[in-house]
């Protein structure tokens, strides 16, 4: 018997169905942890995911509202993308921020790292707080068609409890930095 933190799985084969510059998807043959044959797909993604919450002195914070393809409707999210693996994820955040908003910050604070569907996917996200923010011009990428809100924090913490904003690094960033707001650590 495995310890329970020890892998149980076997695999018996790989092949890459599918890969482009943002994702991979591999399928694999297994032999699960009761011992049986079966089949697990991985879909592996090429970039961390990146979130950040930007908060002014007056607790105001930015939203960021895109249409989604995949989900084929409009979200209202915190600003976010990706950051290439092997390079320094804060940098881009900083990007990002500036990217969707036009905001810089002069001070950043790591939030939360988290998974984003373990079940079949390697997405790692990282969180950010930026604080300190001076406003320039936005500069989106040509697949961004944006609209950015400042609001409340607080509006945005209600926002998440009567569920108007449903992407999960959002829900996570705005629920974890009302954590550090309630318990005066910002």
């Given at each position: 018997m495995?310890?329970?933190?020890?892998?149980?799985?076997?695999?018996?084969?790989?092949?890459?169905?599918?890969?482009?510059?943002?994702?991979?998807?591999t399928?694999?043959?297994?032999i699960?942890?009761?011992?049986?044959?079966?089949?697990y797909g991985?879909?592996?993604f090429?970039?961390?995911?990146?979130?950040?919450?930007?908060?002014d002195?007056?607790?105001?914070?930015?939203?960021?509202?895109?249409?989604?393809?995949?989900?084929n409707?409009?979200?209202?999210?915190?600003?976010?993308?990706?950051?290439?693996?092997?390079t320094?994820?804060?940098?881009?955040?900083k990007?990002?921020?500036?990217e969707?908003t036009?905001?810089?910050a002069r001070?950043?604070?790591?939030?939360?790292?988290?998974?984003?569907?373990?079940?079949?996917?390697?997405?790692?996200?990282?969180i950010y707080?930026?604080?300190?923010?001076?406003q320039?011009?936005?500069?989106?990428?040509e697949?961004?068609?944006?609209?950015?809100?400042?609001?409340?924090?607080a509006?945005?913490?209600?926002?998440?409890?009567?569920?108007?904003?449903?992407?999960?690094?959002?829900?996570?960033?705005i629920?974890?930095?009302?954590?550090?707001?309630?318990?005066?650590?910002?």
């Open positions: 495995h310890h329970p933190e020890e892998n149980p799985w076997k695999v018996t084969s790989e092949q890459p169905v599918y890969d482009n510059p943002w994702i991979g998807l399928e694999y043959k297994v699960n942890p009761s011992g049986n044959p079966g089949i991985k879909v592996h090429k970039n961390k995911a990146i979130g950040v919450v930007a908060l002195d007056e607790l105001n914070t930015y939203l960021v509202g895109q249409y989604r393809f995949v989900l409707e409009y979200s209202w999210e915190i600003p976010e993308g990706g950051g290439p693996l092997g320094d994820p804060l940098d881009s955040a990007r990002e921020l500036l969707e036009g905001l810089k001070d950043w604070q790591e939030v939360q790292r988290m998974y984003l569907s373990n079940s079949v996917t390697d997405e790692h996200c990282i707080l930026a604080r300190g923010l001076q320039y011009e936005p500069e989106p990428e697949t961004e068609q944006l609209i950015v809100k400042k609001l409340p924090f509006d945005v913490y209600q926002m998440v409890l009567d569920g108007e904003i449903l992407d999960s690094v959002s829900v996570a960033a629920l974890k930095v009302q954590l550090m707001l309630t318990q005066g650590i910002i």
